[in-house]
């Protein structure tokens, strides 16, 4: 009896975990929420924020693909590694800055970055290659007046953390 208690229960078994291997993804993307343990105590848990001023106003940037790690208090790298489509491809979902001439901005991240890349797309372009590096100088770049979008590539290399995040932010008239 026991025996043949045991061949129904591994049928059972068996026929519900090959019915249930199907290859039905979903339709929409789905979000997936990246948490970390709470040991974590060192900063900073996730990527940087970045925000971009001018005076008084104030823009929080678009954060797009970031690889970032994290050490625990228990000596283990923590990490979320992301992607995202090009700033190009979003280039109206993407915050803008109102600028009426050339100015400089001020690049705020939580944390200072080791290195900061800047790239400037012309109005309506589609080639991610057609680009202008932009100067970087104590945290401050120069902007020509006008629609320009602006990739800001952050890179921290600290003792505890370390990642390279991709940024957005467009300037307008």
């Known amino acids: 009896m026991k025996r043949i208690l045991i061949l129904i229960l591994t049928a059972i078994v068996c026929v519900s975990a090959f019915t249930g291997c199907g290859n039905d993804l979903p339709e929409e993307p789905v979000d997936l929420e990246v948490t970390f343990s ?27 693909t970031c690889s970032w790690m994290v050490e625990g208090e228990d000596g283990l ?16 979902s993407i915050p803008a800055i109102a600028l ?12 200072r970055p080791t290195k900061i890349t800047v790239k400037r797309y012309a109005p309506n372009t589609t080639d991610y290659d057609d680009y202008e590096t932009v100067k970087v ?25 370390s990642g390279t995040v991709y940024y957005a932010f467009r300037t307008e008239k």
């Open 77 to 92: 790298g923590h990490g979320v590694e992301s992607d995202s489509p090009h700033p190009i491809d979003l280039r109206e």
């Open 137 to 161: 100088s104590e945290g401050t770049i120069e902007v020509k007046a006008g629609d320009y979008l602006y990739e800001v590539i952050a890179t921290w290399s600290g003792e505890k953390y």
């Open 38 to 64: 709470e040991n974590l105590t060192n900063f900073p848990k996730e990527p940087p924020t970045l925000f971009v001023r001018d005076g008084d106003t104030r823009v929080k940037a678009w954060r797009g």
């Open 100 to 111: 009426k001439k050339k100015t400089a901005l001020t690049l705020s991240f939580e944390g």
